[in-house]
Structures are given as C-alpha cells and as structure tokens.
C-alpha cells in the first residue's frame, strides 16, 4: 500500500471528530480547553499534509500563525477560568450560564 | 517506512485523543493530550515540516500542557470526575451523534474532494523545496534542482524564515502584537482584585427527580 495525503486527512478528521466529541461530552472547562486544542492540531495537520501535497510553504506558514494564536487563545482562557475557579470552587462549564446577563 | 511510521503515529494520535475525553482524572487527560500532540509533531516529521516539528514538541507538548498542568494543580482540581452521571439527559447519544456525523461528513468529503490526492495548483510564489533529498543530493544535482526549480535549495527553517520575513511580514507584526494583548489580557483577569468579590450565586442543581429543585430556587430567591 502506498502512503497518500488521503490517509493524513482521514486521521486529521478522526482527530477533529474525537476533539469535537470531548468538547461536547467533557463539563470540566480545562479538559474541553484541551479538545479545543486536539481539534486545533488536526487541523494544523490537514494544513501540512496539503502544503506537502501541493508543495507550497503556505500551509506551514498557516501551521505557524495557528500555534501563535492557539497559544494566546490558552494564555487568555486559563486566566479566565482561574478568576472563575478562584470565586467558585469545582465550577463546570454550566455553571457558567451565570454570565448571562 | 513512511507508511509504517505513519500507522504507529497515527494509533498513538488516535490513543492520545481517546485518553483524553475518556480519563477522569483531568492530569492524566492532560498526559494524553501529550501523547496525541507528540504523534501529531511524528507526522510533521513525516511530511518534511521540521521546523513545525520541533516548534509542536516545544510550544504545545513543552509549554501549553504544562500550563494546563499547573493550573490544574494551582487549582487543586486534579480529583477525579464522576463521569457516570450524565449532566444533562441525552447529552451524551446527541455529542457521540454529533462526533460521529463530524467524522462520517468530513470522511466523505475528503473522500470525494481528495480522490487520489489533493486538488489544486503547485504553488508558483511559495514553492517548497524537499530539504531532506536536496540536502542529501550532490552539489551537481542540487544545481540542477534550482534550475528547475527556480528557487534555491534551502533547509526548510531557512524557507520559512525567508517566507515570513517577507511575504507574511505583516502578519508576524500582527502577531506580536496579538502576543502583547494576550500577556496583558492575562495579568488583568488573573490579579487578585481589591477587596473582597461577591461571591457567585449558587446555580441550583438540575435534580431529575424534580421535588428538590424548588425549595433551593426559593431559597435562592429569598437570599437576593
């Protein structure tokens, strides 16, 4: 059998879908943080398999600017789910409905 | 080879994901997390993305999960959740469904999208240049390589350097700046603030059963 750029997508959508799926099912805020940033990562894998694939550096370029992003993105939530847990103890994603105005 | 190294990644990938929705201790979810971001920066490898390689180990599998870790123990949340209720009834069938139909449609898609390969034009502005074989190669045939090529063999950092500091310099800026914000957007919600906060009103427990959640709504009502 021979390696293609299909086999790369299919486990980059497994990946996507199995991140989703935690999103989804996980209340503990830090473990649906996580998933967010599985489903990042899978992404970031289909971006390189078709910057291989079609031999153009963009898609690493795009693999860079993502992981700047992702990292701000978990820099900005942990701090917001630390102010959260600091006021409330053993706060899961629903209790946050109280942000509602 | 490629294929083998693929097939092993992408089971440990596949495991890592799996771990991390299923473990209840959120430490371990989070070392599953490692496991699947490691696989993940093999097939980087893989595919000749170095750089992306070793910036994966370093920044995710380094930095962001040990962030996640020392918050969760900063927290003291590290006990394990109690998975075998399930919050809010049917939550779970509709999120595997919803999985599921993510994966099925994707699969599809790239299946007929994506037949035998990836569609598209070769990129003519950013043209990636194989480092491991041009490396590799002797000096005549790397010669011989730039001229078809019409760009110059270069490691793949050194593409990517070039590339960012010049066609996507802007971005980069921007970037920085984004960095900046996100520093600064930290430090503000993570500070301990003057003075003591009001405590967050208690949400009462959804209760099936239905005859305990009211007198907590009337308590709560009589507290405001």
């Given at each position: 059998m021979e390696l293609t750029s299909t086999w790369y997508l299919v486990l980059a959508a497994i990946l996507f879908a199995l991140g989703a799926t935690g999103l989804l099912v996980r209340r503990n805020p830090l473990i649906m943080f996580m998933c967010v940033e599985l489903m990042l990562n899978a992404v970031n894998l289909t971006f390189v398999t078709f910057g291989n694939d079609l031999n153009d550096l963009g898609g690493e370029i795009s693999v860079f600017f993502v992981l700047v992003v992702a990292a701000a993105e978990v820099v900005v939530g942990l701090a917001i789910i630390v102010a959260i847990m600091r006021r409330r103890n053993e706060a899961t994603a629903d209790d946050l409905s109280v942000l509602r105005g | 080879m490629e294929l083998v190294v693929f097939l092993i990644a992408g089971a440990l990938a596949i495991i890592g994901a799996l771990g991390l929705i299923g473990f209840r201790n959120p430490v371990h979810s989070a070392l599953s997390l490692v496991l699947s971001l490691f696989a993940v920066a093999i097939l980087f490898l893989n595919q000749d993305a170095q750089f992306l390689a070793a910036v994966q180990v370093i920044v995710y599998a380094g930095a962001i999960v040990v962030l996640f870790l020392f918050v969760i123990m900063l927290l003291g949340v590290d006990q394990a959740e109690?998975?075998?209720?399930?919050?809010?009834?049917?939550q779970r069938p509709i999120a595997l469904a919803i999985g599921a139909a993510v994966l099925v449609l994707s699969v599809l898609f790239i299946s007929v999208a994506a037949d035998g390969g990836a569609t598209g034009l070769e990129s003519v502005t950013a043209t990636k240049v194989d480092s491991i074989t041009t490396t590799t190669q002797s000096a005549t045939d790397a010669l011989a390589d730039d001229q078809t090529d019409g760009t110059e063999a270069l490691p793949n950092i050194e593409q990517l350097g070039r590339s960012l500091f010049t066609d996507y310099v802007f971005a980069f800026e921007v970037t920085a700046l984004l960095l900046t914000i996100a520093v600064v957007g930290a430090v503000l919600l993570a500070r301990k603030p003057k003075g003591e906060l009001a405590p967050m009103p208690e949400i009462p427990v959804p209760d099936t059963s239905g005859a305990a959640s009211s007198p907590d709504e009337t308590e709560e009502m009589e507290d405001a």
């Open positions: - | 109690d998975l075998s209720v399930e919050p809010i009834t049917g």
